[in-house]
């Protein structure tokens, strides 16, 4: 008889210490059995006091000898929002599939170069979208079509946080930052994915938002209405200013709607919550196990199976089209997009 050999492990490697990397890959790693292989940051002594607290088995000296260390078989980009492009591509160069946070990019034109090197280099590069792998979003989507709530007739997704502290990169113009970059964009994915049940993508209407007072270009809070295919109206907000978390996902039907709280951590709260006209409300847990777990195996089996994705680089551009055109809706100009900076 003979018994099939167990894979070994993934081997990832991390650019940068960002904090995200803690829930977003390194507790799903080590619950997984993918292997931290290694982290590289500016600041040499970080990226040791992160290995040595993370489980990382080593450090490198910069972002380059990290995308190009042999033992790495793949990319994880958590860095600021403009070197997620130039440091994704640093990696397709080298050969390596990345999983990279979201956005993809600084704007369109840049998510459309990544996407083009990934497809000629036959690597892939995936967005960080770690909610759509999860049961709640599938299940959002299931009601969306089913008829359980009748017809869909509009849709309310809100991303809205406290503001981060004054020395946050979400706040540079330089890094891309806003509030439309660094949380909004959950909300656009969650509307297009219910577009693309209905056929198609979503139109932006209108849009208008705020600048931050000493951050000139960039947004600390957006509102957008938009049209899916066959009329349905959708609403986005985004804000960096709000006094509450508020990461909610509302349906409403012609005959009822369904209410997700926290649509993008469901591990934080994994009820979705159904109303039907003349019914009391019917509450569903999806389950805790997390969002991000459920992304990184996902990442694993596109590794070495070519299991595809559903955040896939044809995927990512599309969103930042969305993300550009609403910027340019509500008068305020896409990110520039910058380049990287000297390795380290």
């Known amino acids: ?36 292989v290694a982290v590289a940051a500016r600041d040499q002594d970080r990226a040791r006091a992160f290995a040595e607290q993370h489980g990382v088995e080593r450090t490198v000296a910069d972002y380059q000898a990290l995308v190009d260390d ?49 497809a000629r280099a036959g690597v892939p590069v995936v967005e960080a979208f770690h909610q759509l792998y999860h049961p709640i979003t599938a299940r959002l989507l299931e009601l969306a079509g089913n008829g359980e709530i009748g017809e869909l007739q509009h849709v309310e997704a809100r991303m809205l946080m406290p503001p981060p502290a004054p020395d946050d990169p979400r706040w540079s113009a330089e890094l891309d930052g806003g509030g439309l970059m660094d949380v909004g964009c959950y909300a656009l994915h969650a509307v297009r994915d219910l577009a693309g049940l209905r056929g198609g993508e979503p139109r932006v209407l209108r849009a208008v938002g705020g600048e931050h007072p000493d951050r000139p270009g960039v947004d600390a809070w957006l509102t957008a209405d938009l049209e899916l295919p066959g009329g349905v109206s959708a609403r986005v907000e985004s804000s960096m200013t709000h006094q509450d978390v508020d990461f909610s996902l509302r349906l409403v039907g012609s005959r009822g709607e369904a209410y997700a709280p926290n649509f993008v951590k469901p591990q934080q709260d994994d009820r979705v919550v159904l109303t039907r006209l003349g019914e009391d409300p019917v509450v569903e847990h999806l389950g805790r196990r997390t969002s991000y777990t459920y992304m990184l195996e996902a990442f694993a089996r596109l590794v070495r199976e070519g299991v595809p994705m559903r955040s896939d680089a044809d995927d990512a551009v599309t969103t930042m089209e969305l993300v550009d055109a609403v910027y340019t809706a509500a008068g305020m100009a896409p990110r520039a997009g910058a380049a990287a900076p000297a390795a380290g």
């Open 70 to 118: 042999p033992e790495v078989e793949a990319v994880y980009n958590p860095l600021a929002n403009a070197l997620h492009a130039p440091w994704n591509l640093a990696a397709v160069a080298a050969g390596k599939p990345v999983l990279s946070e979201k956005p993809f990019a600084g704007n369109a034109q840049q998510a459309r170069e990544v996407r083009d090197a990934a």
């Open 1 to 36: 008889m003979t018994t099939q050999a167990t894979p070994a492990p993934l081997r990832l490697g991390l650019l940068g210490a960002a904090r995200i990397s803690e829930d977003a890959v390194v507790a799903p790693a080590h619950e997984l059995g993918v292997r931290l």
